[in-house]
């Protein structure tokens, strides 16, 4: 009995160390806080007097804003043309169903960003088997948070890889709207991507008919592209942004179809670009 405990205590005092090792050895790796205020320094003063329209992301809860430069809001859905759709791992957004910070990550835009706040089954977050959107970033797992991006366009747009195909050289200044959805990837129960993906051509335009409308009262502002190649430089180009505060569930299988086959030439998540604080770069909502 004492040898037991004794090789119990060994046996438990070690995966102690392990795991304190293991903290420490990704605290060491972390981008720091200092790290991510250096970023936001270098965005003000970037964009410091030099006419750039109000950024993005945002917290869609808080209404406050500055930057009178942005542009009109763009047309409804069903009178542009979609041209691109992708989505970001976590949610580039905070606000509604969405405000657990995941944490600063690694400085240039993966594993940062914004959790759902629920809880899941554990049905919903069991093991799938398979790597869904694996690339040097990692891959999507139940569980995770994603931001998904339909990106329309009042110019002649195309489909294909890129936002490139959202603008076009018959008109210099097209407006842009993006449909934001925050999903969270479930192994069982949810509903599935690829339907909700669907594009039609209706009077001439392609569309996304199967949008959720069940996800609360979307927050329309005035922003600009997002992406963390925009976290130390202002984003040209504007954006009138519609983005729902609630979440809806996401089948991971499906997940994983409609990134083996989109027109988008899509294969994983996107980088988050920092949120954007700086009330000088961000509209007032309505």
């Not at 304190?20 to 007097?49: F, P």
């Not at 195309?158 to 210099?172: E, H, M, Q, R």
């Not at 200044?173 to 051509?201: C, K, T, W, Y």
Request: glycine residues 12%; contains cysteine.
């Amino acid at each position: 009995m004492h040898r037991s405990l004794t090789v119990a205590s060994v046996s438990a005092a070690l995966s102690a160390l392990l795991v304190s090792s293991a903290i420490a050895e990704a605290d060491s790796h972390a981008t720091s806080d200092e790290v991510i205020a250096a970023q936001r320094e270098a965005l003000a003063t970037a964009t410091k007097g030099m006419g750039y329209g109000p950024q993005s992301p945002r917290d869609i809860d808080a209404n406050e804003g500055r930057n009178r430069h942005g542009s009109s809001t763009a047309p409804a859905v069903m009178d542009m043309t979609l041209c691109d759709i992708h989505f970001h791992e976590n949610a580039e957004h905070k606000g509604g169903a969405f405000t657990t910070y995941a944490g600063n990550g690694d400085g240039n835009g993966y594993g940062t960003g914004f959790k759902y706040d629920g809880t899941l089954t554990q049905a919903e977050l069991a093991p799938i088997g398979m790597r869904v959107g694996d690339s040097e970033h990692g891959d999507l797992v139940p569980g995770d948070t994603i931001e998904i991006h339909f990106v329309y366009s009042t110019a002649q747009a195309t489909l294909g890889p890129g936002l490139g195909t959202c603008l076009s050289d018959a008109i210099g200044n097209p407006q842009l709207r993006v449909e934001a959805v925050v999903g969270v990837l479930v192994a069982e129960g949810g509903a599935d991507f690829v339907e909700m993906s669907s594009i039609e051509e209706i009077n001439g335009l392609h569309q996304v008919p199967n949008l959720p409308g069940d996800l609360g009262e979307p927050v329309v502002y005035s922003g600009s592209t997002t992406g963390p190649s925009y976290n130390e430089k202002g984003s040209p180009f504007q954006v009138t942004w519609s983005v729902r505060p609630e979440v809806v569930k996401l089948d991971i299988a499906s997940v994983d179809a409609w990134l083996k086959s989109n027109p988008f030439n899509e294969d994983h998540a996107h980088g988050v670009r920092n949120l954007v604080t700086n009330l000088d770069l961000l509209s007032q909502i309505n």
